[in-house]
């Protein structure tokens, strides 16, 4: 089975702890997820900052983008991102938008399903449209409510679409196995890295449960 990549989401507001957190989890870690309260926070600079400072690791820009794809993404790639996040809820339109600003940066692009009402329609059409990566996302909002990403996780990686399936949605060490199972191409990990007693310990836990269940 090959390896599904270990996402950070870098969620806090403040810039330094940002990139602190950042340069904890980096050996365990193959993607930096600038998440959206973060990136609305400190914007283009922290793309910059991270960039400069990684240049190898893969850098996710958690934009939601709701509106204005090509205009409100363009930036984002310009500054280094690998791939931006735009809303399956947007609509065809605003995701072609994000597409095509990220085609002119040779970079990709995450349609995030949260809260869309039909998952398999909209990672089917978005698929066809040219994204490359399909968010299985359970919003934090929602994690309160006691919901979890997993019966969608099932539902989008039983389509067979020829995209990479992230998931995301409280994801924790008991969670990871059957997370890989499921078939995710990439894992998203936020609070049950950066609220452990020491974040680089639970991210290197997580890299190793990974490794071993997709032996
Ligand atoms: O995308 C996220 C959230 O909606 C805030 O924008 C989180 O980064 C994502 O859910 C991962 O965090 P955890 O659920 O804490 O693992």
């Known amino acids: 089975m090959a390896r599904p990549l270990i996402q950070m989401a870098l969620d806090s507001l403040d810039f330094n702890q940002t990139v602190a957190l950042a340069d904890q989890v980096a050996p365990y870690v193959d993607i930096f997820e600038i998440g959206t309260p973060c990136i609305k926070y400190n914007g283009v600079n922290l793309v910059k900052e991270l960039r400069n400072r990684y240049p190898d690791k893969l850098l996710l820009v958690d934009l939601k983008t709701m509106d204005a794809g090509e205009y409100e993404a363009g930036a984002f790639y310009a500054a280094g991102a690998d791939i931006c996040t735009v ?6 339109a605003t995701i072609g938008g994000v597409i095509k600003a990220a085609k002119k940066h040779a ?43 997993f019966g969608d996780l099932n539902e989008v990686t039983s389509l067979g ?43 290197r836990e997580i890299r190793e449960l990974v490794d071993a269940a997709a032996v």
Do not use: W
């Open 87 to 92: 809303l399956g809820v947007s609509g065809l």
């Open 107 to 149: 970079a990709e692009v995450q349609v995030d399903l949260i809260n869309v009402p039909n998952k398999a329609e909209c990672a089917r059409e978005s698929a066809k449209l040219g994204a490359q990566i399909m968010g299985v996302h359970t919003g934090l909002d929602a994690q309160a409510a006691g919901q979890t990403p």
């Open 161 to 203: 679409l020829n995209v990479r399936v992230s998931v995301a949605g409280g994801i924790k060490p008991a969670t990871i196995d059957q997370t890989v199972k499921a078939g995710a191409n990439i894992i998203v990990v936020g609070a049950a890295i950066y609220g452990a007693p020491s974040p680089a310990e639970a991210a």
